[in-house]
């Protein structure tokens, strides 16, 4: 039987935290084998929050070593960079000119800028179209996101609607995959784990990056056990595994942590190592490959797109 085409990406917007790893990486991994998966590497999509031209390339390939790193084989997953596959950006723009004013105004990420009393450039108002052309360019059926992410899905299978009643049946409606389970990872103050927050604990860290990170976990003596220590060790062990721990060194913050700092190193320390181990070199060649299985379909895509909207002659 045929796999169904899965596609998902992670922005290059600066290093990974255990948020990331427990929110987005291991539910992939745990998954794509199931389909034919493609991971792209969002880079345009940065663009409408960051302009440090270094700083971007850097991240580009370390989020490329990250992918590799957590253990993605890329024999099995087609990695690729958006940027790469100008059909992206063509494709967005054909979206944008199906789609209304209003209905962009409802997106997450302009409402939340807007709210905040920012300013908004016009890459982040249109950047749902974007995604959309991500997503539909390749056909995907499928899309794993976390529960707060369904109306990214909901953006791409509108603009596939708009599409195929305008000029014939083209795209393919895609489907969520609500990732079970994940929750939000909490940071050291609680709150969501989140660079914006500086509140991370970082998934290539050092050990004394993890351990400083750790040991600023914000502890509360109310309760039986510090709680936001507990949720997060609960991603390293489970919770029959800790209860004992917990019972044993009650009132003992000091020791939780360094506790939790072992069991941190213990799942984090091989992946950073091949993390360490990966090069550029190896990061153009993963790319280069993942590009062309890309471009392939892309381009193939894209003639019918323009034969359909009239501007093929
Ligand atoms: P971001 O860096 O916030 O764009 O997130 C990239 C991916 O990591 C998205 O799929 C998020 O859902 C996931 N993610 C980020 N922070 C967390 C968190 N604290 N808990 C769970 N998932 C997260």
Do not use: C
């Amino acid at each position: 039987m045929m796999k169904k085409r899965l596609l998902t990406g992670l922005q290059p917007s600066g290093d990974l935290h255990i948020g990331n790893y427990f929110g987005a990486l291991k539910p992939f991994l745990d998954t794509y084998g199931e389909y034919e998966s493609f991971l792209m590497v969002a880079d345009y999509h940065t663009l409408t929050s960051k302009k440090d031209s270094e700083n971007l390339k850097e991240n580009i390939v370390n989020i490329v070593r990250s992918y590799l790193a957590v253990g993605v084989d890329p024999q099995k997953a087609v990695i690729f960079k958006q940027s790469d596959i100008s059909e992206h950006t063509e494709l967005a723009w054909i979206f944008d000119t199906l789609v209304t004013v209003p209905f962009l105004m409802q997106a997450h990420a302009y409402k939340d800028k807007v709210a905040k009393g920012l300013e908004a450039n016009a890459g982040l108002f249109t950047y749902p179209m974007l995604q959309a052309a991500d997503i539909l360019l390749y056909d995907t059926e499928v899309v794993p996101v976390g529960e707060d992410q369904r109306q990214h899905i909901e953006y791409a299978r509108e603009a596939a609607t708009k599409f195929n009643n305008a000029f014939g049946e083209t795209f393919k409606q895609p489907k969520e995959l609500i990732l079970k389970g994940l929750g939000v990872v909490p940071g050291v103050d609680g709150q969501k784990m989140s660079k914006s927050y500086g509140n991370t604990i970082p998934l290539f860290g050092s050990r004394d990056e993890i351990a400083k990170a750790v040991m600023s976990i914000v502890t509360d003596s109310s309760g039986d056990r510090p709680e936001n220590v507990y949720r997060i060790h609960t991603l390293f062990k489970t919770e029959a595994e800790l209860t004992g721990l917990y019972e044993e060194k009650k009132g003992k913050y000091k020791d939780l942590k360094e506790a939790l700092i072992e069991d941190i190193e213990a799942q984090v320390a091989p992946m950073r190592e091949r993390y360490e181990s990966i090069d550029e070199v190896e990061v153009k060649k993963v790319l280069k490959e993942g590009n062309e299985k890309a471009q392939a379909i892309a381009s193939a895509k894209m003639t019918t797109v323009r034969k359909k909207v009239g501007v093929a002659l």
